[in-house]
């Protein structure tokens, strides 16, 4: 398990450095919608019926269109998408309609997975486009993927005293605190190296802003997994699970950094 966990770390670690640091605004959306449309199918599939194929496929859709109007768009542009899916929405289930009870639920659910991953993951690109976007970027994916290294590894070997067990068994409080001592280094040396124009104030607010987001989005899927009786939302990343595994705590923590530097930076 552990030399699976690292393989693939050190497959996706180059190719994610490339494409950040590298990759040209398309390429970069590229990515990122390719991650949103594996995430918010492994979403359905745990929520929905196999028999639901129709709503899962338009789903993918529609929080594919979230994005690229995240992409493109202005505010107005972004507000005119939401509308239009759920509105959108409304009207396929009242033209598919069969059984009524099941329309509130799945109307819900469909929402959940368009606004949760289609949104929230989505704000790499507003982050992309800040000021220093490439750095503001890797600052994310950096302090927080230590965060849950760390976090993973001192709950692995020192972990005593359980954090949230009715939504996540296998977390611990002494896990958690070591995440945190993950995210504050992490920031700490990307700042040294990477972001020296950043006062060490607005580094450590970050640091433990990133570390809490992380931690809630890490628990919020647990909890959904947990609803759907699995260990893991998917298979596509030995040794880590599923996609929306992988992304669980950016998708809190990168909504955190966007508005926290266009608020304070």
């Not at 606004?115 to 994310?140: E, M």
Request: hydrophobic residues 50%; aromatic residues 16%; contains cysteine.
């Amino acid at each position: 398990m552990e030399l699976k966990r690292w393989l693939t770390a050190l497959f996706l670690i180059p190719l994610l450095l490339f494409v950040v640091g590298y990759g040209s605004e398309q390429v970069f959306f590229g990515v990122l919608l390719v991650t949103i449309i594996l995430a918010t199918h492994e979403f359905y599939t745990l929520v929905l019926p196999r028999t639901h194929r129709r709503e899962k496929i338009l789903g993918i859709l529609l929080g594919s269109l979230l994005a690229y109007g995240i992409y493109r768009g202005n505010d107005h542009f972004i507000l005119g998408i939401s509308a239009f899916i759920i509105v959108f929405l409304l009207i396929f289930f009242l033209i598919n309609v069969e059984d009524l009870s099941f329309v509130v639920p799945s109307f819900g659910k469909l929402l959940i997975g368009i606004f949760y991953i289609g949104l929230l993951f989505s704000h790499l690109t507003l982050i992309r486009g800040l000021p220093l976007g490439k750095q503001w970027v890797f600052f994310t994916l950096a302090v927080t993927f230590l965060g849950d290294t760390a976090s993973y590894y001192g709950g692995s070997y020192l972990g005593r005293h359980k954090l949230y067990p009715r939504i996540s068994p296998g977390k611990t409080i002494e896990g958690s605190l070591w995440g945190f001592a993950g995210n504050i280094g992490g920031a700490l040396i990307f700042r040294e190296y990477f972001l020296d124009q950043l006062e060490i104030y607005h580094c450590l607010i970050l640091a433990v802003g990133l570390g809490i987001m992380g931690q809630v989005g890490d628990l919020c899927e647990s909890m959904i997994k947990r609803s759907a009786g699995v260990k893991d939302s998917g298979s596509l990343l030995p040794g880590h699970g599923g996609v929306l595994d992988r992304i669980d705590s950016i998708l809190f923590s990168a909504p955190f950094l966007y508005y926290y530097a266009i608020i304070f930076l």
